[in-house]
């Protein structure tokens, strides 16, 4: 079994799922007594003295190493791997569909559609892969990989809340989505079923939207959306970051999280949003339906009718309410940093076995 294990990735960054994941996997990895390296083409600063250049891979051949490649978007170092000479295994975080971006930022879906081309020309050259969740394990089969394993995000998450949380009621409801400002994950219809649940139920109704911008085009839109449904007050963007400290105000202050993403290979705030106890409402679909799984109410109609009643009985019903934060606390513990990085590290070594 190979003792040195070097992971490679497009883009190194600080407040990102998958910069946390290599960090914590290095980690892992060092622990476990092998020998490793991080490797990124673009390296956000800061970050130096963690990472190396991709480009110095280019020496040569890294004797008894094995890479691990983090793939979730068209990279040139991808095409590079390809032809490198060590065991390569691809961490999949999964690739949103081009379609989705095409209409807000086309280069965007280009470099999204060069990625999934990329997943298909990795699969033939990989001695095993690993899959953020069972969604992302089914299109790696479905791309011919073999020897899939299901590896969760391994992420400190810090502390849990201990107990469910005692329902308050609220005559303006907040309502709290986390995640990039980018097309799969729908803010726009976020919006629009604020503004139904604003018709429908009760004017006071709030929605805070936190993330960064990924699409300054979409971003544009949502505004304009929400000015034309009579909402703009009512919707509140965070979308250059908060410090954690504010993060988790929000959690803590929201009456429940809400998301109607279409499309996620993992979605690490839903799990933040049940450590601290608040209840989910989600759209079913894509990764989210696993990431949840018992720990919220997963909708499978995103109509906005649909959508704001949910949320209303979530706001209203006292027995609803704290039954869903129970539910969240229960699946929390899933997602413990112990429990991941057993998995991972079970999941690595079953991948590295015999190579």
Same mark, same amino acid.
């Given at each position: 079994m190979t003792g040195r294990v070097l992971q490679v990735v497009p883009t190194f960054a600080a407040h990102d799922a998958i910069g946390d994941h290599i960090r914590q996997v290095d980690r892992l990895l060092r622990r476990a007594g092998y020998d490793t390296g991080i490797y990124a083409t673009v390296v956000e600063p800061g970050l130096e003295e963690r990472c190396r250049p991709a480009r110095?891979? *280019?020496?040569?051949?890294?004797?008894?190493?094995? @890479?691990? /490649? $983090?793939?979730? %978007?068209?990279?040139?170092?991808? =095409?590079? *791997?390809?032809?490198?000479?060590?065991?390569?295994? @691809?961490? /999949? $975080?999964?690739? %949103?569909?081009?379609?989705?971006? =095409?209409?807000?930022?086309p280069m965007v879906a280009v470099e999204l559609s060069w990625g999934r081309r990329q997943l298909h020309q990795l699969a033939p050259r990989t001695a095993a892969a690993l899959a953020d969740s069972r969604f992302n394990a089914d299109e790696l089969e479905a791309c011919g990989f073999a020897g899939v394993q299901v590896a969760p995000i391994v992420r400190d998450f810090g502390a849990s809340d201990r107990a469910p949380r005692p329902y308050r009621a609220r005559g303006d409801p907040e309502f709290l989505f986390v995640g990039r400002i980018s097309p799969n994950k729908c803010q726009h219809e976020l919006i629009t079923a604020l503004a139904m649940y604003r018709a429908l139920f009760g004017a006071g109704a709030r929605l805070r939207l936190v993330g960064r911008v990924s699409s300054p085009s979409y971003r544009a839109d949502l505004s304009r959306l929400a000015d034309e449904l009579g909402v703009g007050g009512a919707v509140i963007f965070d979308d250059h970051g908060v410090p954690e400290p504010e993060l988790i105000g929000a959690y803590q202050r929201a009456t429940a999280f809400v998301c109607l993403s279409r499309h996620e290979g993992f979605c690490v705030p839903l799990v933040e949003a049940m450590r601290h106890a608040l209840p989910v409402v989600a759209r079913a679909g894509s990764a989210v339906t696993d990431t949840v799984s018992s720990g919220g109410l997963l909708l499978s109609d995103p109509d906005p009718v649909v959508v704001a009643s949910a949320w209303h009985r979530v706001a209203t019903d006292a027995a609803i309410w704290e039954a869903l934060s129970s539910a969240a606390l229960a699946r929390a513990p899933a997602f413990d940093l112990e429990v991941t990085s057993r998995a991972f590290l079970d999941a690595f070594e079953r991948a590295v076995r015999g190579l």
């Open positions: 110095e891979l *280019l020496d040569g051949p890294a004797r008894d190493a094995v @890479v691990l /490649y $983090h793939h979730s %978007t068209g990279s040139t170092v991808a =095409d590079h *791997l390809g032809a490198r000479p060590e065991p390569l295994i @691809v961490d /999949y $975080h999964n690739i %949103t569909p081009a379609e989705m971006w =095409d209409a807000w930022e």
